[in-house]
């Protein structure tokens, strides 16, 4: 599967700040709990990337 294909996997997101100083990116799925941490920077990069990914389709464009 690709960043491009369609899935029927639905999924829980969650955004937050970590009591350690990080962003964390929470996934749940079925059987699946994906915590994923970042560093303030890290997460500001991840934020920009869906920012001009939005951007684009918004647009009618795709990159």
């Known amino acids: 599967m690709g960043i ?3 899935s ?3 999924a ?3 955004i937050g700040p970590t009591t350690l ?5 929470y996934i ?3 059987g699946v709990d994906l915590p994923l941490d970042f560093d303030p920077e ?3 990069e991840i934020a920009e ?7 684009t389709i918004r647009k009618g464009t795709r990159g």
């Open 4 to 6: 491009d294909s369609e």
């Open 8 to 10: 029927d996997i639905a």
């Open 12 to 14: 829980n997101l969650q």
């Open 21 to 25: 100083g990080m962003v964390r990116i």
């Open 28 to 30: 749940e799925a079925d």
């Open 42 to 44: 890290e997460a500001l």
């Open 49 to 55: 990337e869906l920012r001009v990914a939005a951007e």
